[in-house]
Every structure is written in structure tokens, then in C-alpha cells.
């Protein structure tokens, strides 16, 4: 039922996040549950088919990683026990990995806007956008 | 001194071409205890047999070795033919000279010494052989089957017109189980009742068949042929000779509880028959909720029964009878599906179970079989059904498909249509499973011609709204987020063992999967056995299961109860273990090791010290015994040992085969 | 020194004794006999109910009859034909192993197997595999009684 063709980026997401596609089938379930898909190009399942089936091209160019907002509750619905939210951050890694320099820094906000923001979101933006 | 004779087969060229016959022979001569050896082209043959025959005779011999094929293969055989010789069968041992000699080694050189140490072997084993008997039990001709759903209906209906006796054991005040609570069944449309209370009138007129409903197994003793079962028959509190089944009753009865048939969506009477067409039709006071029981007030039923079978002093009854055969159909249970919020069952009132939608349709259901919503007794116009709810969930349900969940939704949607012409269905699914026969086709009938749109993905979310029901899913195949303002849900909730599954199984003494489904003996080829002797098992409590199947292992439950219920005597087995009872310490590691129960602890006496004390030790019931000799080896004072594969056999075994000679 | 150079069993083959479950592995050696499989004529099995008859004192019993290698083979596990008997055979066997190793005799010498009756030719594979082992770890001299074999030499 699942097609697993082996790619680069897969075996980076499962070294980091422990998780295998492999046992996704495909229910959508974290797609429905997800509070962010308007904002979304791909849907969180549609991620996980991308990777099952290799197609890294597709998901560096893809927003969806970075909308994801990390709430867990797709990792909450899923009913093959899957922890969507690190599989996404796993995507994230590869995708920086594969970039030169980082996607986000200090530089792209405005200091109005550096004062506003709270501290823990400064440093988890940070840390989501950067290497 | 044993007087054992050797006699090794050619089979043709199969063992002759890579053993040497002739050598094998001369060394056999030369084993301890042996004083007769031959060969032979075809031992199996008649001529072959008559010839050991003639040998057992002639040459007084007391133990046989014969070099042939498996004793797989022809064990029986050779052993029926001592025994026509007048030597007990079990006098005799098998050397596997072929299949795991002449036929696997090449060189003649290499095989022939082989084939010399396994019969060596063989010989060394049967000097050590003892007559065995396989015991005889006794059969009681009349079986038991607990649980009256369909399944167990059509089980006894088998086993009654096989000419046998059968009990029927129901919990509930009527049989037909879930069927009972079914509107029509797929693929064919059928109206349940419809065919199903024919066969529960059937079972109430059979001759043969005895109905005890309102009633429950307490325990069962003894083993195959001869199980000694307790049954409380509980107290209905109407006398079932006099009832006529007019149900005035409970027309005229105050008090009213949640109706279990209805699964709490509308209520019943404290004196209630569950359903109309309940047989037998005699009704049953819950003693909890009647007023009288209670309180000590009312008693309005007694006073309006123009039969007078109001009964309030009755008092459970308890029965002790003995069967041969056991049949367990006690059926499933529909997985409650609170525990996922994002469906808000029972947050809800138009939030429904599968089972519960069912019940709308029925005319005697909570709304009169018009289809409404419980919350403004409207008619639902658009119904968004999920399918696994609870199945294929390792996370947090169960891992399993349910297989009769997208059939019975499939159903549900025509159904709908229907009865409410403007409705439209929507079925969330992963994937349809189809499998049965006319089910696709079925299934694409909903899909095609009854306004159902099957959207693949599930759903994340439902929240009420105004007076609708918001449900927020996905559809995978369009990667495309969707919104229904629904007016009604219908979960596809798993179907699981029933809650008290273990008790059953322990009483019985059968096991049971992780999911409390009971355990065949084998997957695939002994369905409707379980590991232990003379209990079957049949219907939904095995695995789930659609009513094809389920009617199809009732029928194979009653085959093999009937085989066994015809039998004048069962043969068990012979190589049972014994226990030496003034060595064993009463550790009891035996008893539990034995997967049959076959061990149990026994007090005995014995004279210590002048005096005489009584002490615990283990016992083996050689009719349960099946010979795995688990209990010989774990036993730490070597006080237990297995006939026909003993520790002193064994041994011989291994010494012979280790000379290199 | 001397019991070396006179020890009978330096140049014989080396012989394996194979313990086999009736309704699994026992059958699957058929099933390589049926099928014509070869394997080396050093094994000889000897036939058990169920891998769970095994008594650890089989095992030693052979090796001090002079077997240079055993090995033990049941149903796979959770189809066992009398259910159980080879989860206990598991547990009982592989600590028995090590308690070989611990007492100072070669555990290699010493296998479980799982072989199914359909597995005709894993059997074979297994008995070519051991015996390949088993030549090259040399004779058991650890806990063979010499006794025995010049005894039973001389009636």
C-alpha cells in the first residue's frame, strides 16, 4: 500500500526524528486536525506522502514546513502513533541543511518589532528558521 | 531382557540405493536385547506386515524396532500391525532410515553407519518402552452453548437436528443478540428480524433444544465428555408457566430505566421484554429500578396480570448439569467513543454510535423508526458518517480492522436515502473494505446511486454550532480541506470483545488474544477449536465478523461437536504424564507450565514418622493430557514423567546414538 | 599429555545430536528428505513431543557421550502445537547456554533453531551451517567421558 523509494532526505528525517513513513497510510487524519492548513501549500499528510515517495524537490520549495506552527496535535490524532510534529521539524533540519547560510535572523525584523515580541518567541523563531 | 526384533526396509531402491540393507542387518544383530533381525523390499506392504506379524509369534518377541520411512509416514501403521500381532502398539519404535538418512546423504559409506546408529537408537528407546493404553472416556451426549445470538442459534439448530440435545445459555431475557438490534443487513437488504426470528421460534419449538435465557454460566468443572457446568438462572420474577405474553405489565408499569437494547438512547419499563419479537416472550423485573424491590410500593403489574405469573419472592436458580461439548458465541461489544474528544461523542445528542443509528430505523427503536434528530426531532439532511473509529488504531485503539464497518455505513447511507429522500451522506474513509460476496457491488451502489459522497480522509474536528454540527476533515485524494455543516454524526465505532470476555475465558479455560477475542487452535486450519478439548468457539467472540461467516463457523462448531457427541467412547491420548506422587514436592511449576489445565494439585495422605500427614501434590488428568511433556522438564525433582518419551527413554536414545561404532 | 595422542575421538568425524519437535522441525527434516536435500551425515536427530521436553540433562548427557555439538529445534514461536512449550524451551535454553558458557565449555557448541514443517530447506542449512562450525571448533574434549566410548569400544 505504501511506497517507500529511498531518498536522502527521508533517511536525514529518520535519523532525526526517529520516525518512519513508512507506517503512515495515508488517513489524513493530521491534516484535518491541523489548525494552520489555510495558510498551507502542501497538507501535513501530503508532506509525508512527498517523503514516502521521494520527491524532494517538491517539499524544499514547499511552505508547509515552516506554516506548521509545532501544536502536536496532528502527533495527538494519529492513529499509526506517529510523531508528526518531529517528522516536521525533521523535514525543517533537512531542508536548512540543505541552504546556504540561514532562512531568518535578527536582521529581518525591525527594531519595533524586536522590541515588541516576546523573548521565547525571538528564540524558538530563531531556532525554527535557522541552523 | 528385552527379546527385541529389528526389521529394516528396502523400499524398493529409496533406502537400499544409499544404505547398505545387508550391513545394517548384521549390526542389529549384535544391539542388546535383540534376537531377530530381517529385511524387507516393502515392510508397509501386507506381505511386509504379515511378516512382522509372523516374527512377534514365532520368535516370542516383546519389542519391534523397524528401519523405514518417518514415522510420520507409517508409525500407525506398523503399530496397528503389533497390535494384531497381540503386542501392546506402543511395544514398538520407528528408526527414520530414509527421510533423514538414504534420502539426505549421498555417499553409502556415510549413510550406512548413520542408518546403524538410528537404529541402534530406536532399539536402545524401546528396550525402554512400556505398554501404553490410550484411555477410553465416556461421552455425555447433550452439549452446551453459551450465548444466543445468531451464531449460537444456528449452532444448535445444527447440533438438535443432528439428534442431539443442546442448551442454550443466554445472559439476556430473550435471545438474537445483535442481529436482534439490526434494522436490515447487507448486502441484501434483508429485514433482520425478518430472518432472524424465524430461526429463534425455531429454537424455541425444537424438541431437542433447551432455552435458558436470563441466565449465566458460574462455572465450569470437568473436561471433554464431561463437563460438570453451573448456571444461575436468575430471578425473573415471573413465573414463565403462566405468563402468556400479553404485556399488559409492562404497559402498565410506572417506572421506567434506559433501555440496554437501545444502548441508553430511550427508556424501558422496570418489568420490560427487551425487544417485541423477544423469545421467550415472557418479561423479566429489573429488581434495581422496580419500585416494589426498591421501595416497597407499587406492584401494579401483579395486580393487572390476568395470568397472575407476577412471581416477587422467585429466587435465582442454580443448575448443575453435565455436557459433552462446549459452543462459546457470546458475541461483541461496539467500542465506546468518548475517548476521542475531537468527536465530542456524548458532548452531543445527534452524535451517534453506528449501532445507535441503526436503532432509528427500527420501528420499535427510541424514535419510532423515523429518522430525527434526538436533539430538535427534525430530520437530518445532511449526515456525515467516519468510518475507523477506533479500529486500525494502534494509538490509541484498537490495531484491528473491524470488516464490518464499511459495509454496514454503506448500508446506513441507503438507508437514509430512503427513508428521508433529501438527505445526503457523507463517509469519511481510508479505505473501503469490500470483501465479502455482492459486496463491492453493494458498496458501489451507495456510492453511485444514493447521494453519498465518499470523501477519503478523516476528520479532525466537530464542534456544534448554532443548531448544526461543524465537521472539519480533509480529502487526501484532492489534498483539500473540507467544512460540513452536518445536522447528524455517525461514528464507526470499533467492534471489540465484550467486557467480561477474560471472565468467560477463565472459567472455560481457553485463551484469549490481546484483544480478548478468543483463540482458535490454529489460524488457519481449526477455526472453530480451541487449544482446549471439546470447547469451540463460534461467531463475533472469536474475531469481528458479518453474519455470513459468522452463521457459516456456527455450522463448523456444530460438525465438530457433533463428531464428538457421537462418538460411544473418545479416545485420548496415550503418552500422557504421570506423576511419581510420593517424590513430588507439590512445587506445582507443572501445573503451571501445562497449557490444557491437565495438572491440578491433590491432597494426599501419606504415613511420615509413625504418624500420618497430608500433603499437596500435583496430579495429571490423563483425558486433558496432550503429551508435550512441558511439566517433565521443568520439574525439579524429576517425580514427573511422559510415557512414551520418558526420561529414561530418552537417555537410552541419546547413549546409543553417541557410539561410534 | 599422553591421553592427547591415544584420544580416540582426534580424527573421527565430528557427530551432532539434533533434538527435534514432532509437529515443526522434525517434520521439516522430512520435508528435506522428501525434497532430496543433502546435508552432512554427522547430524542425527532424535525425536521430542515438543521442544519444551528438552531437559538441559539431554544436552549435557550428549556432550558426555561425546556429541561435539547440539542442537535443539522447535516451532516457531507462538506456533508451538502445544502453544507454550517453546516459549519455555526459549527461556530454559538460553539461559542454559550461557551457563555453559559461564562453567567453561564452548556455547557455540550448544544452538536453538525455530524451524516450521514447511522449512525443508533451512533445515538442511542449518545442519550444514552447524557442522561447518563444529569442524572448525575441533572436537569436545571439555565434557566428553572417555569412558564411555572406550567401554561401549570394548563389549
Known sequence: ????????????????????????????????????????????????????????????ESRTPWICASCFTCAARCPRDLDLARMMEGVRLAILRRREGNMFGPANLSPEQLAKLPQQALVSGFRKYNK | MPRTGVFICHCG???????????????????????????????????????????????????????????????????????????????????????????????????????????????????????????????????????????????????????????????????????????????????????????????????????????????????????????????????????????????????????????????????????????????????????????????????????????????????????????????????????????????????????????????????????????????????VFIQCVGSRDKARGMNYCSKICCMYTAKQAILLKEKVPDARSYIFYIDVRAAGKGYEEFQRRAAEEYDVAYLRGQVGKIFPENDYLVVKGVDSLSGKTIEIKADMVVLAAASIARADAPVVGRILGINSDSYHFFNEAHPKLRPVETHTAGVFIAGACQAPKDIPDTVAQAGAAAAKTVSLLSKEVLQGEACTAVVNQAECSGCLYCEAVCPYGAVSAVEIEERSAGGTIKRTVAEVNAALCQGCGSCTAICRSGSINLKGFSNEQILAEVDAICLQC | MSAVLNDPAVGRKPLIVAFCCNWCSYAGADLAGTSRMHYPSNVKVIRVPCSGRINPMFVLRAFQRGADGVLVAGCHPGDCHYSTGNYHSRRRLSAFKRLLEFAGFEPERFEVRWISASEGDKFAEEMEAMTAKIMALGPNRKMRDARWQSKSLSK
Open chain 1, 1 to 60: 500500500m505504501v511506497s517507500i523509494i529511498k531518498s536522502r532526505m527521508l533517511e536525514e528525517m529518520k535519523l532525526q526524528s526517529g520516525q518512519d513513513p513508512a507506517c503512515c497510510y495515508q488517513c489524513a487524519k493530521c491534516s484535518a486536525a491541523c489548525p494552520v492548513t489555510a495558510a498551507m501549500d502542501l497538507l501535513p499528510h501530503q508532506v509525508i506522502r512527498y517523503l514516502q515517495l521521494g520527491l524532494e524537490v517538491e517539499l524544499l
Open chain 2, 13 to 383: 531402491t529409496n533406502i537400499a540405493a544409499t544404505v547398505d540393507i545387508d550391513k545394517v542387518v548384521e549390526a542389529a544383530r549384535s544391539f542388546p536385547g535383540v534376537v531377530h533381525a530381517e529385511d524387507y523390499r516393502y515392510l508397509c506392504s501386507e506381505v511386509g506386515q504379515d511378516l512382522i506379524k509372523k516374527a512377534i509369534k514365532e520368535h516370542n518377541l516383546d519389542r519391534v524396532v523397524v528401519g523405514t520411512c518417518s514415522p510420520r509416514m507409517h508409525e500407525n501403521t506398523f503399530r496397528k500391525a503389533a497390535a494384531e500381532a497381540g503386542l501392546n502398539p506402543f511395544l514398538l519404535e520407528v528408526a527414520n532410515i530414509r527421510e533423514q538418512c538414504s534420502w539426505v546423504h549421498r555417499d553409502i559409506a556415510e549413510a550406512t553407519p548413520k542408518a546403524v546408529a538410528l537404529v541402534r537408537a530406536a532399539t536402545a528407546k524401546a528396550a525402554q518402552n512400556d505398554p501404553l493404553e490410550a484411555p477410553s472416556m465416556e461421552v455425555e451426549k447433550r452439549a452446551l452453548v453459551i450465548g444466543g445470538g445468531i451464531a449460537g442459534i444456528q449452532a444448535a439448530l445444527d447440533i438438535a437436528e443432528a439428534g442431539f440435545t443442546v442448551d442454550i445459555v443466554e445472559r439476556e431475557p430473550s435471545i438474537g443478540g445483535r442481529m436482534a438490534q439490526l434494522e436490515k443487513t447487507f448486502p441484501t437488504l434483508d429485514c433482520s428480524a425478518c430472518i432472524l426470528t424465524p430461526k429463534m421460534v425455531e429454537v424455541a419449538q425444537h424438541p431437542n433444544i433447551n432455552l435458558l435465557t436470563y441466565s449465566e454460566v458460574e462455572q465450569v468443572n470437568g473436561f471433554v465428555g464431561q463437563f460438570d457446568v453451573t448456571i444461575r438462572k436468575k430471578a425473573r420474577s415471573v413465573d414463565a408457566t403462566r405468563c402468556t405474553g400479553c404485556g399488559i405489565c409492562h404497559e402498565k408499569c410506572p417506572k421506567k430505566a434506559p433501555a440496554e437494547f437501545e444502548m441508553g438512547r430511550s427508556t424501558r419499563k422496570a418489568i420490560y421484554v427487551p425487544f417485541p419479537q423477544a423469545v421467550p416472550n415472557v418479561p423479566v423485573i429489573d429488581r434495581q429500578a422496580c419500585l416494589y424491590f426498591q421501595k416497597g410500593r407499587c406492584q401494579i403489574c401483579a395486580k393487572e396480570c390476568p395470568a397472575e405469573a407476577i412471581d416477587f419472592e422467585q429466587q435465582d436458580e442454580l443448575l448443575e448439569r453435565r455436557y459433552g461439548a462446549i459452543i462459546v458465541s457470546t458475541g461483541f461489544d461496539q467500542m465506546d467513543p468518548s475517548g476521542y474528544g475531537e468527536y465530542g461523542y456524548g458532548q452531543h445528542p445527534d452524535i451517534l454510535t453506528g449501532l445507535e443509528f441503526e436503532r432509528l430505523f427500527n420501528a420499535s427503536g427510541p424514535t419510532g423508526g423515523k429518522v430525527v434528530r434526538f436533539s430538535d426531532g427534525k430530520p437530518p439532511k445532511k449526515v
